[in-house]
């Protein structure tokens, strides 16, 4: 997904397994687990794996943005 500018909330579904690939020009990335902290600022990135599962084929979600926030919220824990 590209984005301008503007808000983005990724929801991984509580029954599987995706990676997360975020890239913010300025801006936040921000998850809704405390443990993980938030980043926000200039030229963020963050990669990571979300859900229960231990799958080999992972779908990954890309997500672009050059002024804006990303929001992940795991519904799987």
């Given amino acids: 997904m590209w984005l301008g500018t503007g808000e983005v909330e990724v929801i991984v579904p509580?029954?599987?397994e995706v990676r997360i690939e975020s890239y913010v020009m300025i801006g936040a990335i921000e998850f809704?687990?405390?443990?993980?902290?938030d980043r926000?600022?200039?030229f963020?990135?963050?990669s990571r794996t979300l859900g229960d599962g231990e799958s080999l084929n992972v779908?990954?979600?890309r997500i672009w943005t050059l002024i804006?926030?990303?929001?992940?919220?795991d519904s799987s824990g």
């Fill in 14 to 16: 509580s029954d599987g």
């Fill in 32 to 37: 809704d687990d405390p443990a993980v902290g």
């Fill in 40 to 42: 926000r600022g200039f």
């Fill in 44 to 46: 963020l990135r963050d």
């Fill in 59 to 61: 779908p990954v979600v």
């Fill in 68 to 73: 804006g926030q990303i929001t992940i919220t």
